[in-house]
């Protein structure tokens, strides 16, 4: 299968402060990837869908000001959580898929993120 | 809107015997469903893909079968081992682009 790979798995930071998540598909072109974020012993709920070259569509709920998505390329999507708070601390994970997979999602390895 | 609900959140089974985990979701206007393994601190695995138009699809130990009509999916695991301990999670993708709506997940523990 195809691989997804994300950068760091796992980060603390302080309050306030910004952390960038990156997704990167290694073997295919992604012209979509998806955001989503797991609280502790629940499922995965969608942040956000992230397209190359356009602005981010974010699920609702989501603050897109505190939740930055940007799709420079075919290959990466960042997330970036700013100004941080510890209610932020969560796994965060993102997924990619290519034409010839019918649709088929591959996840990164996910990023656990502490903010204290 | 799409709800996706796994049935046990949790099961207990001696290895060697197989098991079935369930899966329904309440719009059947899918376009896919897809089962996924999870470890704990870790990232999904994806086990099986089944499309809308197909009944079932097999890999391995697993068997994972659809009945769109009825909102329905199993995930069925042949002679379980250790390894199989993990949390497996069902997702139905709708529409086609990938955008998934996630079950609850059932933790599954193998007893050596």
């Known amino acids: 299968g195809a691989v997804v790979s994300q950068h760091p798995s796992w980060v603390i930071c302080k309050s306030g402060t910004s952390v960038k998540i990156e997704c990167r598909s290694l073997?295919?072109?992604?012209?979509?990837m998806f955001w989503y974020r797991q609280f502790p012993k629940q499922s995965l709920m969608l942040m956000a869908t992230s397209n190359e070259g356009s602005k981010a569509t974010y699920e609702q709920g989501v603050e897109k000001d505190k939740f930055l998505i940007n799709h420079a390329s075919l290959t990466l999507s960042t997330l970036t959580v700013t100004s941080a708070h510890p209610e932020d601390s969560s796994f965060y994970i993102c997924?990619?898929?290519?034409?010839?997979?019918?649709?088929?999602?591959?996840f990164g390895q996910g990023t656990r993120l502490t903010v204290v | 809107k799409q709800e996706v609900t796994q049935i046990p959140a949790a099961l207990s089974v001696p290895e060697g015997e197989n098991l079935v985990l369930n899966c329904s979701f309440t719009d059947s206007a899918i376009y896919n469903l897809q089962w996924f393994r999870q470890d704990p601190g870790k990232g999904l695995t994806s086990l099986l893909l089944i499309q809308s138009s197909q009944r079932e699809q097999t890999s391995g130990r697993l068997n994972a079968s659809l009945d769109k009509s009825s909102g329905r999916s199993t995930l069925y695991i042949a002679a379980s081992q250790p390894g199989d301990s993990a949390t497996y999670l069902c997702?139905?993708?709708?529409?086609?682009?990938?955008?998934?709506?996630f079950g609850t997940g059932t933790r599954l523990t193998i007893i050596p």
């Open positions: 997924s990619a898929s290519y034409i010839g997979t019918l649709a088929e999602a591959f």
């Open positions: 073997d295919f072109q992604a012209t979509t």
């Open positions: 997702a139905v993708g709708v529409g086609g682009n990938e955008k998934l709506t």
